[in-house]
C-alpha cells in the first residue's frame, strides 16, 4: 500500500466523502450531529461501536441510516432472551420434503464480503452470544463448517437499552473494551429539532425515513487503506504525546496527581483499566478527528472530543462505586482536563 500524505487529493476526495455520509445520515436523524460526527470517527478509524440511550430517541433509526449510507454487505440481529451463540452461524428448518435443513446464519449468510453486523439490543442477548461476538470482533475470523470465515472488513454497531433491567445481560467492563466507543444518545435539546420530531410526518415513518438515505456512500473495500493512511498522515508534536501521557496518568493514579472528588477516596477509586491498548484507540480516533477537521496535525482539542466515548467504559472502579458510575466517571474525566495543563 502507497502512504499517502495529508495534502493528496485522494484523502482531500475521502475527506469530500465523509461530509456526504454525515449529511446522508443527518437526513434520518435530526438534532445529533455530535453523535454522527462520533459514528464518523469510529468507522474511519476501524472501530466498533456501542450506542446506548433511552427508549425510543434513535439509536436503532441511527445505526440503520449509519449501515445504508456506509454500504457494504449489511446484516442485523435482534437481541433475544432465547438467543444461542449458534444462531449467528446457522439455523436448522424441516424443508418441504420434510428433511431436516442447515442454512449459514446472519455471520456467515453473506460470507467473508460481511462489512456492517448490527446487533439490535445486545443486552437481551446471553453472555454466551457476547462471547461468541466479541470474538468476531476481535478476530474479524470464525471457524464454522469445518472452515475458517475471515472478515477483514467487518465493522459491528450494537445499541444497548439502559432503561430496562428484566430479562438483560449487560456486557461484563472488560468485555467493552473491544469497542473502540461507547456514545451515550439522548433527545436532542434542541427546541426546532424536537418541535420536528414531534409534528413533522417525516420522522413518524422509519422505513421511509431510511429510504431517503443514499446507500453506499463510502466505498467499504477501501476504507481500511484509507484509515492506514489517515493514521499516517496526522502528526503528533512531542508537546501533544507529552499531553496525552499526562492524561492517561492522571485517569489511572488520580490521587497522585492531586485530583479531589467530593466524598471519595483517590487512592482506592480506580480498579484498573486504562490500557496502552485503550490510549492506542485514543490517538487513533483523535487523528481521525483532526483529519475531518481539515488538519494534519493533532490538537488538544482533538484528543478531548474522542475522550469520553474512548475512555469511559475504559476505566474500572472499585465495586463499591460502581452504582455511581455514571456520576463519578465523568467528573473525573472532567477533573483530569482540569488537571493536566494543555499545551
Not at 76 to 91: A, K, N, Q, S, W
Not at 159 to 182: G, K, S
Not at 185 to 203: C, K, S
Amino acid at each position: 500500500m502507497n502512504t499517502l500524505h495529508p495534502g493528496d487529493a485522494k484523502l482531500t476526495d475521502w475527506r469530500a466523502s465523509a461530509a456526504r455520509f454525515e449529511a446522508e445520515v443527518a437526513k434520518a436523524v435530526v438534532g445529533q450531529a455530535r453523535i454522527i460526527r462520533l459514528v464518523t470517527t469510529a468507522i474511519f478509524a476501524r472501530g466498533h461501536v456501542m450506542l446506548e440511550g433511552d427508549v425510543g430517541v434513535g439509536k436503532t433509526t441511527l445505526l440503520r441510516a449509519v449501515a445504508r449510507a456506509l454500504g457494504g454487505a449489511y446484516e442485523r440481529v435482534e437481541g433475544t432472551v432465547d438467543m444461542m451463540p449458534t444462531d449467528l452461524i446457522y439455523h436448522t428448518y424441516l424443508a418441504e420434503d420434510g428433511r431436516p435443513r442447515v442454512e449459514p446464519g446472519p455471520v456467515l449468510r453473506r460470507a467473508e464480503d460481511l462489512a456492517v453486523f448490527f446487533f439490535n439490543e445486545i443486552n437481551r442477548a446471553r453472555p454466551q452470544v457476547h462471547a461468541l461476538l466479541l470474538r468476531i470482533m476481535a478476530e474479524r475470523s470464525v471457524t464454522a463448517f469445518a472452515r475458517e470465515y475471515r472478515f477483514p472488513n467487518l465493522q459491528v454497531f450494537a445499541d444497548r437499552n439502559r432503561v430496562e433491567r428484566e430479562e438483560t445481560f449487560e456486557l461484563p467492563a472488560a468485555a467493552r473494551d473491544r469497542f473502540l466507543m461507547e456514545i451515550g444518545m439522548d433527545a436532542p435539546r434542541d427546541a426546532e429539532a424536537r418541535r420536528a420530531l414531534v409534528f413533522d410526518p417525516r420522522f413518524h415513518d422509519t422505513d421511509r425515513l431510511i429510504g431517503a438515505v443514499a446507500e453506499g456512500v463510502l466505498d467499504q473495500a477501501r476504507l481500511g487503506a484509507i484509515a492506514a493512511s489517515i493514521q499516517v498522515a496526522i502528526q503528533a508534536s512531542p508537546e501533544i504525546e507529552t499531553y496525552v501521557v499526562g492524561l492517561w496518568d492522571a485517569l489511572v493514579r488520580p490521587a497522585e496527581a492531586g485530583i479531589r472528588l467530593s466524598g471519595i477516596d483517590m487512592a482506592t477509586l480506580v480498579q484498573g483499566g486504562a490500557s496502552p491498548r485503550g490510549l492506542a484507540f485514543l490517538v487513533r480516533a483523535a487523528r481521525v478527528r483532526a483529519w475531518l477537521e481539515g488538519r494534519d496535525w493533532l490538537v488538544p482539542e482533538d484528543v478531548r472530543a474522542v475522550f469520553p466515548e474512548v475512555m469511559a467504559h475504559r476505566i474500572f472502579l472499585e465495586p463499591v462505586h460502581e452504582m455511581r458510575r455514571g456520576e463519578i466517571v465523568p467528573d473525573l474525566c472532567r477533573a483530569v482536563f482540569e488537571t493536566v495543563p494543555a499545551p
